[in-house]
C-alpha cells in the first residue's frame, strides 16, 4: 500500500478498514485474529476475551467525562460486547512533557471510580514521557481480559434476517459533545457525552434472554459504522425505520445546523444488539429499567434482501440508502 | 502531587517511580497490581501474566531493528519475566497525519516476524491517527498475555542472600544505538541495538534449574535501575564487581566520551537473573549456548548487608556505592 497516513485512516471508517486489512492483517493474520470488538482466546480450559485501544481524544475533559473515563468505558464496553465478563486491565499512558500532574491526577481518579463501577481491577501499567510537542497532551491505551459468559457466542457475523436491530439509547452525543468542546464552529448546546461502563447493561440484557447473536458498542464511526460492518460480516441487509430512532434534541439541533448525520456520530455509552424478533419487546422493557438504557428502542430489523446494505425508512413512507461510512473527518473523536 | 511532567518522569528511574506511587497505585490499588513486569493473574484455573509497555522510541528505526520489533521484544520479555510462555498479544498504533504507509508496513512485517520467533499470535489491535504535530511518528502500545510455567514463582522480591547475579549478555547496547542514532553529539562508532525476544532464553535456564528467585529484563534505566529495583524489593544488598560487566567495545568508547555509566543504558535483549549461586555456573553454560546470550557473566552476588543498595569492587580492589537511578535525561529510549 502506497501514500501516507491521513486523518481518514483515523476515523473508524472505510479507510480505517482498508489500513488494517492492508496493513495490520496481511501481516499479522492468524485463526485469532479478531474483526470483532474483542479476540475470543483459549486459556487454561475457559474461554478468554481480550481487547485494546488507545485514546486520544482532544480535548481531554469534556462534558460527561474526561480521557480516563473513556478509557476505561471504552474497553470494559468492547469486553461486554462478546458477552465476557471484564476482569482486569492494563493502562499505558504517554504523556506530554509540560502536562499538569493534577490533570493527571483526575484523570486516574476516574479511571478508578469508573473501573470499581464495572467491578474490573487494573492490574498493570506503564508510564512514558514524550518531549513538548512531540505528543498532544495525555494518551492513554487500556487493554482488557474478560471471561466469556457460559452460552454467550457473540459475533459481527451472526446476525440474522429476522433479527430486531435495538440500540440502547439515543444517539450521537459523545459525538457531538467533543465537536463542540472543540469550540470550532462557535455553537453552544447543552451536550453531555453518554460515556458509560456497559457490563452491567449486557448482563440485564443476557438475563432476559440468551437469544442475542451480535452486540457492538457504536464507538468511533457511530451507530451507521456498526450497522455496515455486521451487514457486511454477516451478509444480511439491514431496514431501519427513522422515526424510531433515537436522538436527543441538542443532537438534532446540532446535527441540522452542521449538515451532520447523528447515526455517524460516535456514542460511547451506547450498544446495537442483534437479538430475536422474539425477545426484542423483552429485551426493550429490561433496558427501560437499566441506568444507561432509559431510552432504548427497536430502530430496524434485518433482512435477507440487499446484503451488506442499510436502507432507511423515510418519515413519508419513502426508502433511501444509508449512505456507507468513509471520509468523515472528525479525528481524536476518543 | 503538584507540578508538572517533566522527561524525568519518563526516564525509568526515580522521579517515575514517584509518580507511580503518587498518582498511579494512590488510585488503582488493589491486591493483584504488580511492582513487578507482569501483573500474575487466576483465569480458569491457570495462572495468567499479563504485561502492557507503550513504545515511542525516537527515532522509530535504528540499527538492530525498529519500534516493531522493539514492541514485541519488550512484551515478550516482560512475560518471560515472569516465567511466563507468551501467547497473545494486542498491540494500538497512534500514528501521525503524514507517516509513509511504506514505513508502517515495514514496522508491521518486522512485528510479524519478531512475534514468530517468540511464537506468539497478535490477535487483536487498535488504529488511531492524531493530526499532524500531535504526535511525532508513530506510537505502538503492546499488551501480552503468557500462560505462568509449572513451578516458576519469579519476583523481584524474591532475592535472596546468596543469590548468584548473572547478566546475559553485554550491556547498554540499545541506549547507546539509539543515542548515535539521534545524531547529537556527532559521534559515529558501529553499535547496534540488542534488541531481542528472550522467551527462548528463559525456557533454556529454566530447563537447566528451577532455582531462579528473579528474573528483570534490563530495559529503560539499564541494569542499574534493576538492581536497584530488585535491592528495594527484596530488602537485600547487592555487590558487583566491576571487572566481571561484560560491557562492548564501543559502548565503552561512548560512555568514555560522554561520561555515561553503561550500567545506566537501556538494553532491551539482556535479563538480569537472581539464581543460586551453586546453580550459576550451569546457567552460564547453558546461557554461552544461547543464541542471544553468548556473553553471559556473573556480574556480583546478593548481601544481607546494605540492604536497599548495589555496591560495585572497583578494579582497584576498592569499593564504591554505585549511584541511586534517577534523572537521566534519556527519554524516548524504548
Known sequence: MNGIITLAHGAGGRQTSELIESVFKAHFSNPSFTSDDAAVLDF?????????????????EFPGGNIGKLSICGTVNDLSCMGAKPLYLSCAFVIEEGFSIANLEKIAAAMEETA??????????????????????????????????????????????????????????HGCTILLARN???????????CAPLWGTVEDMFAATKNIHALRDATRGGVG????????????????????IPVSGEVKGVCGMLGLEPLYLACEGRLVVFASKDDAEKLIEVLRRGKYSQNAAII????EDM????????????????????GELLPRIC
Chains 1, 2 share one sequence.
Open 225 to 244: 459504522t456498526v450497522l455496515y460492518e455486521i451487514a457486511s460480516q454477516s451478509g444480511v441487509g439491514i431496514r431501519l425505520n427513522s422515526t424510531a
Open 44 to 60: 487454561a480450559g475457559g474461554k478468554l476475551a481480550f481487547t485494546t485501544d488507545s485514546f486520544i481524544v482532544s480535548p481531554w
Open 116 to 173: 470499581k463501577e464495572a467491578g474490573v481491577n487494573i492490574v498493570a501499567g506503564d508510564t512514558k514521557v514524550a518531549g513538548k510537542g512531540q505528543c498532544d497532551g495525555v494518551f492513554i491505551t487500556t487493554t482488557g481480559i474478560g471471561r466469556v459468559m457460559d452460552g454467550a457466542s457473540l459475533s459481527g457475523a451472526n446476525a440474522r434476517p429476522g433479527d430486531a436491530v435495538i440500540v440502547t439509547g439515543d444517539i450521537g452525543r
Open 307 to 326: 446484503p451488506g446494505r442499510v436502507v432507511v425508512e423515510t418519515e413519508v413512507g419513502g426508502e433511501t440508502l444509508l449512505p456507507p461510512p468513509g
Open 300 to 303: 430496524g430489523e434485518v433482512t
Open 184 to 194: 470550532d464552529f462557535g455553537i453552544t448546546a447543552d451536550c453531555t457525552s453518554d
